[in-house]
């Protein structure tokens, strides 16, 4: 009836939008071949998600997979990303968010593997995390307690790092979420290079908060479409 016409049609805009996310994933070498991955909330029951082992350059639009709250497959070719559990498990504790990206980007990727928070030396990290980017307790990737650590070590931040792995990275949309990924992988950077050449200074807390809540209500307002 009318209420699948309308999931049909937002389906396919999701998997038009994911598709073009991934290709900027590539070529901002946030990602390689098929790894990392991409979903988006389609409505509180659905979600679109890239498939497993599928590089970015060759999706087409039925191979992203559209998958209910329980991560029953609804429609699509291949089966769903190994980090579906991941995915909706974020989706759950953090309903605000309708876009996760999850990438394996070089320094972040780095920081994940010495098990280091990166700190909020820059502004942008601060905004985006309101203090350091955790570390997820490390488990093996796809499993239900990667994804429950994640959760935890995320905290009131729009990203968390997964120990021996790589960064996730949430918006409100897909473009908030690869915005978020592109400065959690500069953040990164300027924190393993600061790291390895000499003293770093924090931000001050109080302007972290500042920053922080200047982010979210700014950004969430934004997204609504009220404040240009």
């Not at 309708?98 to 928070?117: E, P, V």
Request: net charge neutral; aromatic share 6%.
């Amino acid at each position: 009836g009318m209420y699948q016409k309308m999931l049909e049609i937002q389906s396919a805009d999701a998997r038009k939008s994911i598709i073009e996310i991934g290709l900027k994933l590539l070529n901002k070498n946030l990602v390689a071949g098929s790894w990392g991955n991409i979903s988006m909330k389609i409505d509180k029951d659905s979600y679109a998600i890239t498939p497993s082992g599928r590089p970015y350059d060759l999706l087409r639009e039925d191979d992203i997979i559209i998958v209910n709250s329980d991560g029953t497959k609804l429609a699509g070719f291949g089966i769903p990303s190994s980090e579906l559990l991941l995915h909706l498990a974020i989706y759950k504790k953090y309903p605000m968010f309708n876009a996760i990206i999850h990438t394996h980007s070089i320094y972040a990727s780095a920081c994940a593997a010495m098990h280091r928070q990166i700190h909020p030396l820059l502004e942008d990290t601060a905004q985006i995390s309101g203090g350091s980017i955790k570390v997820a307790r490390y488990a093996l990737a796809g499993t239900k307690e990667l994804a429950n650590n994640a959760v935890e070590a995320m905290g009131t931040s729009n990203a968390v790092l997964l120990a021996n792995h790589g960064a996730v990275s949430c918006g409100k949309s897909l473009d908030e979420a690869l915005i978020v990924a592109e400065i959690v992988e500069k953040s990164a950077h300027v924190y393993c290079i600061t790291a390895s050449v000499g003293e770093s200074f924090p931000l001050p807390t109080n302007d972290i908060k500042i920053l922080r809540n200047f982010y979210t209500e700014h950004y969430s307002k934004r997204q609504g479409g009220d404040d240009k």
